[in-house]
């Protein structure tokens, strides 16, 4: 699958990159930009450079198309009145003095279309390419093993990514698991949040969206469209994608019932193992840092192959109080890439 970087590095050439006539922005060869995206182009290369400058200062931190979209979501927001943000207006100042920003940010709705253009540029080009097949699942074995391990009771793989790796893996496998919507219904899985509430042996919650999620306006819900090509529906996924902006997110919608299940699995469970995650999220890991300061049994199990470098881009809430969690033996480390670790190691780290 395609790296942040990669995608990063996608966002700001925009190269491929069109408007459909339908608004959304998709893959079409290389000929030339048209305008919005000409447009769009022109913004982010300014906020690229306003958010690196912002970093320069900082601990080490990525910028990346998250960082930009973030910016971008704010800005769009602001202009909107979704959120009141004095703050933001000096930005939009500061930008109305490029020239060639000048001309298309005269008026509001001006503005406001070539934030939200730019927002949706982002969003566009992280589902499609995050869409597209994997080369392979089998790396993450270890973690079928683990589901079918008859010592576990059940299990909740909680995650961030958007793609679907995960559940191709599961059914490569033939594991029986519970995402949170019901049976088919006019070719569509439709969300029911009381499915993570019945037993189910393996959960998936997908804290930030799916590439596979749309919402259906008929219904008035959100669904899982039966189709081979998630790109033939129409349009966008349910996907949060930014920074900080996610958490204002996460109790609307579909986000409310996912993270009142993660917050329930928490309070259950004595041991994680987290993997791929850089403890960027500033809302997950407030829950993580309260989870594990409860009482002394709560331990997590890191599997990363540099926990340094992992820690030099990690938030405070996690980088502050790492070297005393580990000295107190919450916090595990298997310093392997996932496709080199197998579950019994695992297991051993988690049970020691």
């Known amino acids: 699958m395609p790296s942040t970087q990669q995608i990063t590095d996608l966002v700001r050439s925009g190269n491929g990159v069109v408007r459909h006539t ?52 704010q800005l769009c927001d602001t202009e909107s009145g979704e959120f009141d943000n004095p703050a933001v207006q000096p930005l939009i100042e500061k930008l109305r003095q490029h020239e060639e920003l000048r001309p298309l940010l005269e008026t509001r709705e001006q503005r406001l279309s070539l934030f939200r253009e730019t927002k949706h540029f982002i969003q566009d080009i992280l589902w499609r390419r995050l869409a597209e097949q994997p080369l392979s699942v089998d790396y993450l074995g270890w973690l079928i093993d683990g589901a079918h391990d008859d010592a576990v009771d059940s299990t909740d793989f909680l995650t961030l990514n958007h793609d679907t790796v995960l559940e191709q893996a599961l059914r490569k496998k033939t594991v029986k698991y519970c995402v949170g919507f019901g049976q088919p219904s006019e070719n569509v899985r439709f969300w029911e949040s009381g499915q993570l509430e019945e037993r189910h042996r393996i959960r998936v919650c997908k804290l930030h969206g799916s590439v596979d999620w749309f919402w259906f306006h008929s219904k008035r819900r959100i669904g899982i469209p039966l189709t081979d090509d998630l790109f033939d529906t129409p349009g966008r996924p349910e996907l949060l994608v930014g920074t900080f902006n996610k958490m204002h ?20 469970v004595h041991a994680l ?32 192959p540099n926990p340094q470098s992992l820690m030099d881009c990690s938030r405070g809430a996690i980088a502050n109080n790492w070297q005393e ?19 019994n190691e695992v297991k051993a780290a988690i049970t020691a």
């Open 22 to 73: 339908n608004g959304s922005y998709c893959f079409s060869g290389p000929e030339s930009l048209g305008d919005p995206t000409k447009s769009v182009l022109s913004l982010i290369s300014i906020l690229f450079r306003e958010i690196q400058d912002y970093y320069n200062d900082l601990r080490s931190h990525p910028v990346n198309y998250e960082n930009c979209c973030y910016v971008a979501t």
């Open 249 to 268: 997110q996460y109790t609307a919608s579909v986000f409310a019932d996912l993270h009142c299940h993660f917050h329930k699995c928490l309070r259950q």
């Open 273 to 304: 193992i987290c993997c791929g995650y850089r403890f960027g999220d500033k809302g997950i890991n407030t829950k993580l840092t309260e989870w594990i300061n409860t009482d002394q049994s709560k331990r997590i199990v890191v599997v990363h």
């Open 325 to 343: 969690w580990r000295g107190k033996g919450k916090i595990t480390t298997i310093e392997k890439r996932i496709e080199d670790t197998d579950w």
